[in-house]
């Protein structure tokens, strides 16, 4: 998130300590892939094709095994995204206290459809299944937190504390 | 109201600080039970009729009997944290209000088991939760309930706290530990179940957060209390989520012997603006939908079994009268259709064309046949996959469509 596009793929010397502790956590090192993926989405921005290959070397795994577990999980990114990722929740209970008018109010707001980054590069908007809040529902993660009982003046004032 | 035990200290501020874990009796019993034959652990267990509470409600204490006697290698216990039955929200608020109950229960499991090495499996999404218990496990370590030789007893427990990357199948507990192994989250064949192959290729116990919090105060307070508090097959109380069309959503911890009807109108305040009740599904979107007149059921894993439906993760979402029970489906399959691993034949291409069909009917462009293709279909999958999630996706299909076919028929162009 914090790293801009198009930055180099290499861990830095204390991202690699990280990288061996992280594997010696577990009974076969290569148990360390997902976190290693979350370490390098962090560093990196997304995972490119370049940081998957990156990524199987320092476990020597192939490429392809990388690519096919970067591809199964909606947390990693292939591309660059916004500085912020909003996810909107679509499912029951979300849908039945009105997900779908969030969702537009969203779309419109950002000028963007679902999947989509603004053009300045701030917010990426996504939609995703029950993130389990539903307690207050309608809802949405905003980066690391979530944020409930949405309405349009709350949408707009998370969108204005988003720098 | 009854005597509240997981959620008891969640009212307060502080509830997941350390110190407020150990002046509410937290800890305390922990040196005596680990002296106590681990086998002796196990039986309790059994006696209390604690069934997980994960989904498939299976008996605690018998799973842990599958582990093999005298394993020579290691055996693991595998906390399932990944929380994702739409309509589910219980194991977020443990992480977060409660950490420690969560370490207490598998130093205790771990214990019974043999395990030296456990792991906490955390949706990807769960951001603050995780944080809130990576912290208590440090804590817990600081303070030696962690560690080589707990609390002087001889016996060694380490925590590792491993976070997914968002796959709702990662909840099934194979697919979890091919997962946790580092791989995509695909389920595996059973058997070999888990107790005997696992992760790592070890024995392995997978519960549930919930379930797990729960098995201090079964030890220390004895199989007969946990019991008694329950049904005849089923102990203690569960945590009960609740949303939808409702007063008060929120968790409510309860025996499980309640009643739906209690929950809804007694405990969570009843429906909003005098509004007359349509349906819920009991156990999270998994489980059967049940009409308003099917309600005066116990929640309890057989009370709801008996009823036709499932008590699964006890996710209750409640629907009003102004909800489209069609529109409901195209919702539900549209999550199947998108959550499905993609394995086994009958479960990719079925979840996918009925999303379709769902969605056709919804915007008016439903045929007369598509009704009872989907019936069809669902029908013919079912216990033909290598794991539970299709029978799950089959459950609302049939459902929705059997008890609502009006709803749906209205739709349709004649
Ligand atoms: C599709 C699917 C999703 C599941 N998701 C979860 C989940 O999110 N959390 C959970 O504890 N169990 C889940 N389960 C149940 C697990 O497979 C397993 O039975 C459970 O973790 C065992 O713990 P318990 O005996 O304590 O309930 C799921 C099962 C299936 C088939
Ligand atoms: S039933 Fe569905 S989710 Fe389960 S293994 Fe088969 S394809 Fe995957
Ligand atoms: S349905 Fe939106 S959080 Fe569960």
């Known amino acids: ?163 | 109201m009854a005597e509240l035990i997981l959620t008891r200290n969640f009212h307060r501020p502080d509830s997941h600080a350390l110190r407020l874990y150990q002046e509410t009796g937290g800890y305390e019993g922990l040196q005596r039970v680990l002296a106590l034959p681990p086998v002796t652990i196990i039986e309790t267990v059994k006696k209390s009729n604690l069934r997980g509470l994960g989904g498939a409600g299976f008996p605690t204490g018998v799973k842990w009997g599958f582990i093999p006697k005298g394993h020579p290698g290691p055996v693991y216990l595998v906390i399932n944290a990944d929380e994702g039955e739409p309509g589910t929200f219980k194991d977020r608020y443990l992480l977060e209000r409660d950490p420690h109950a969560l370490i207490e229960g598998m130093i205790v499991s771990a214990y019974a088991i043999g395990s030296h090495l456990a792991f906490v499996y955390i949706r990807g999404e769960y951001v603050q939760p995780w944080r809130r218990f990576a912290r208590a496990v440090e804590e817990a370590y600081a303070a030696g309930f962690l560690g080589r030789n707990i609390l002087g007893s001889g016996f060694d427990l380490d925590v590792v706290v491993h976070r997914g990357a968002g796959a709702y199948i990662c909840g099934e507990e194979t697919g979890l530990i091919s997962s946790l192994e580092g791989k995509k989250g695909w389920p595996k064949l059973k058997p070999p179940f888990p107790a005997i192959r696992g992760a790592f290729d070890a024995p392995t116990i997978v519960n549930n957060v919930e379930t797990i919090c729960h098995v201090p105060h079964i030890v220390q307070r004895g199989a007969e209390w946990f019991a008694a508090l329950g049904t005849a097959t089923q102990g203690g109380t569960r945590m009960y989520s609740v949303s939808g069309h409702i007063r008060q959503p929120g968790v409510y911890e309860l025996p499980v012997s309640v009643t739906l009807r209690a929950l809804i109108y007694e405990h969570a305040g009843g429906l909003p603006d005098g509004r007359r009740l349509k349906a819920v599904v009991p156990g999270g979107s998994s489980a059967p939908i049940l009409r308003a007149d099917e309600i005066e059921v116990a929640m309890d894993v057989d009370g709801l079994k008996n009823a036709g439906t499932m008590a699964g993760s006890a996710g209750v979402i409640v629907m009003d009268e102004t909800v489209s029970i069609p529109e409901a489906l195209m919702v539900v399959a549209r999550f199947y259709a998108h959550e499905s691993c993609g394995q086994c034949t009958p479960c990719r291409e079925s979840t996918g064309w009925i999303f379709k069909m769902a969605q056709r009917i919804v915007e008016g462009k439903g045929r007369k046949e598509d009704l009872d293709t989907i019936l069809d279909v669902a029908r013919r999958g079912a216990g033909t996959t290598i794991c539970a999630f299709y029978d799950g996706a089959v459950g609302p299909y049939i459902s929705y469509i059997e008890k609502f076919r009006d709803e749906f028929e209205a739709l349709i162009p004649k």
């Open chain 1, 1 to 163: 998130m914090r790293a801009p596009a198009g930055v180099k793929v290499q861990f830095t010397g204390g991202q690699l300590q990280e990288v061996r502790r992280l594997q010696a956590l577990y009974p076969d090192k290569r148990a360390a892939l997902l976190p290693v993926l979350q370490l390098a989405q962090a560093a990196f921005g997304y995972i490119s094709l370049e940081a998957e290959e990156y990524v199987a070397g320092l476990f020597d795994l192939s490429p392809a095994h990388v690519h096919e577990v970067v591809t199964f999980y909606t947390l990693f990114f292939r591309e660059p995204k916004g500085r912020h990722v909003v996810s909107v929740c679509h499912n029951l209970t979300c849908h039945l206290l009105g997900a779908r008018r969030v969702l537009a109010y969203l779309k419109e707001r950002l000028g963007v459809e679902v999947g989509g980054t603004t053009p300045d590069g701030k917010v990426t908007l996504l939609s995703v299944e029950c993130l389990c809040a539903c307690e207050m529902a309608p809802m949405m993660q905003v980066d690391d937190r979530y944020e409930g009982h949405l309405t349009p003046e709350l949408v707009d004032r998370i969108l204005e504390g988003l720098g």
